[in-house]
């Protein structure tokens, strides 16, 4: 059977994602968070003083590379299209509680798929809670769920986005005392900043020009029986396997395996919501990032959703540690499957109620 040439372009991003990936790590990220969306923008957010959580507070250039990445390549190809106005206000409360479940996972999908491939059974887990989470969702779009339709905006309105995180940049370079930077946990471990801005760079850029989505692979698998997504998501993971093999950073189970925690029912429901939220705003934190230096205003709603889900994530104890998840975490993560819900069936009846009427 011949491999279509979308695929193999998925194929060689999916490759280069994951060994980029663990050359983070090597160089100093912390162990399986070559890339992790979700744990970027709660450093982030944490260099911000959104938070005050000392151990994961750093501007991550992999985030800055991300963006600038996906703008730079849709520049050069042509397709830097400003545009937003699909329920900004909806796509931002989704991505507030993505934020929630990732944290209460403690990863997004990206770095599920990482974790798994460092031997983390507890991310082994999580898995079909994400497979189920974008199911219950795809169900939801076969329903006719839609957050609308986007309009055509102007440069400076899509370029906002970018245009922040080169502040960022920029102050982390020339003005770091401006932000926070950790000392000790998660955020005090980093690769060296050019080489994190650089990957970051060619994943953006891969990402952009292949349509890389964690969720979109599973959702199209169950909607239209189609893997083409899923490729790269699989070539991920098995480069990624394949390199911790062979620098022995492939460690198999579920205690002791950094950033992690055993509590096997929240892996599960953390990133079932991470999953239900993605394929309804219609891509995971990769692709709304990805998708965010484009020039998707919508797209980075969904960025600043995220920011301020990380800040009050840590600001009110719901992100779980070591020990589990907390209180507070199972809380929000169940709030979070009742209010995204509530609102999706409240956009059906009304969209049903405006055929009707149109009709």
Not at 126 to 135: C, D
Not at 212 to 219: K, L, Q
Request: with cysteine; hydrophobic share 50%.
């Amino acid at each position: 059977m011949s491999i279509s040439q979308e695929k193999k372009h998925l194929m060689i991003a999916g490759v280069a994602t994951g060994i980029i990936s663990v050359l983070l790590v090597l160089l100093g990220n912390p162990t399986n968070m070559g890339f992790c969306i979700a744990c970027f923008y709660r450093d982030i957010a944490g260099s911000l003083s959104l938070h005050s959580a000392t151990a994961v507070q750093y501007a991550r250039p992999e985030i800055i590379g991300l963006l600038l990445g996906s703008m730079i390549i849709s520049m050069i190809r042509k397709e830097f299209k400003p545009r937003g106005g699909s329920s900004p206000l909806v796509r931002f409360v989704f991505s507030f509680f993505v934020m929630i479940g990732a944290l209460v996972f403690l990863g997004c999908p990206f770095r599920m798929v990482l974790r798994l491939a460092g031997g983390d059974l507890n991310a082994l887990v999580a898995l079909p809670g994400f497979i189920g989470g974008i199911i219950a969702g795809s169900m939801f779009l076969n329903r006719g769920f839609t957050l609308g339709r986007s309009y055509k905006q102007n440069v400076v309105e899509g370029s906002v986005i970018q245009t922040f995180f080169l502040f960022l940049l920029l102050f982390l370079v020339a003005i770091p005392s401006l932000l926070k930077f950790s000392t000790e946990g998660p955020g005090s471990l980093k690769a060296p900043l050019v080489i994190s801005l650089a990957g970051g760079l060619i994943v953006g850029a891969l990402a952009q020009r292949n349509r890389f989505c964690m969720a979109g692979g599973i959702r199209d698998v169950f909607l239209f029986r189609d893997t083409t997504l899923l490729t790269g998501l699989i070539m991920v993971f098995v480069a990624a396997l394949a390199m911790n093999i062979l620098t022995g950073n492939f460690i198999v189970g579920y205690n002791g395996q950094s950033v992690s925690h055993t509590d096997w029912l929240w892996n599960f429901l953390g990133m079932a919501l991470v999953g239900y939220g993605s394929v309804l705003l219609g891509g995971c934190p990769l692709r709304q990032t990805i998708l965010a230096g484009e020039g998707n205003s919508d797209s980075a709603m969904s960025v600043l959703g995220m920011l301020v889900g990380a800040a009050f994530s840590h600001n009110f104890g719901l992100a779980s540690s070591s020990q589990g998840a907390t209180l507070g975490g199972k809380v929000a993560t169940i709030l979070g499957f009742v209010l995204i819900t509530v609102i999706v069936l409240m956009v059906i009846y009304r969209q049903k109620k405006e055929s009707v009427h149109g009709n």
